[in-house]
């Protein structure tokens, strides 16, 4: 059964840098689109950045554009999501999320394996 471990939250101040990691076991993400969702309490689930599996095409939400950088290291079988400047409207769960795809999915409905999440906190 293939599963996806999200790593990498934290507690950093206004201004800092983290970069979280989805690490798949269980399969191969070579031919999986993966994504990185998250959802503030209150608030419905965001598409924050995804990554094709076939030429490496990227996708941002606005709201992160410039800020955020997704990449993957097939050869470590993990997906990462760089994310400087962070902003107090980036606290959130961050999920990660994969699919057997060629296209570049953005939606949550488009994804079938799913982590369980990982807590990002921008405070000072």
């Known amino acids: 059964q293939g599963q996806l471990v999200e790593s990498g939250g934290g507690l950093v101040q206004p201004g800092g840098s983290l970069r979280l990691s989805c690490a798949a076991s269980?399969?191969?993400?070579?031919?999986?689109?993966v994504g990185w969702f998250r959802q503030a309490p209150g608030k419905e689930r965001e598409g924050v950045s995804c990554i094709s599996s076939s030429d490496g095409s990227t996708y941002y939400a606005d709201s992160v554009k410039g800020r955020f950088t997704i990449s993957r290291d097939n050869d470590k079988n993990t997906v990462y999501l760089r994310m400087n400047s962070l902003k107090p409207e980036d606290t959130a769960v961050y999920y990660c999320?994969?699919?057997?795809?060629?296209?570049?999915?953005?939606?949550?409905?488009?994804?079938?394996?799913w982590g369980q999440g990982t807590q990002v906190t921008v405070s000072s």
């Open positions: 999320a994969a699919e057997y795809t060629k296209r570049l999915p953005r939606r949550h409905e488009d994804f079938g394996l």
């Open positions: 269980g399969f191969t993400l070579d031919y999986y689109a």
